[in-house]
């Protein structure tokens, strides 16, 4: 466990982050930490649990690491895929609704 100089719980470190293991024992891992320890559990997002899912183990926050990211980058590489084999450049006609983001 990390805590910081606080005491507050950071993480955790996660072995099953790599491996190959149903959800469900995620869950239920994620469920036997949140129990061992006092202090507010930060779970990392996985696909296949829900935020419900991962609320009800008795995490507090959910963290996305990187994922975020990696569906921008698919975004990106599927459209420059549609560009190089076709020339389709509809995938560059994105309405942002920046005044709304930016309000």
Do not use: K, Y
């Amino acid at each position: 466990m990390w805590t910081n100089h606080a005491g507050r719980l950071l993480g955790s470190p996660t072995p099953w982050r790599r491996a190959h293991v149903a959800e469900a024992v995620v869950a239920d891992l994620s469920r036997a930490v949140c129990e061992a320890v006092s202090r507010p559990v930060n779970v990392l997002a996985r696909p296949g649990l829900s935020l419900p899912e991962i609320f009800q183990a008795g995490a507090q926050r959910v963290s996305v690491g990187g994922g975020l990211t990696w569906v921008a980058i698919d975004a990106m590489a599927a459209a420059a895929t549609a560009i190089r084999d076709g020339g389709d450049l509809s995938s560059l006609v994105v309405a942002l609704p920046l005044e709304r983001w930016l309000a």
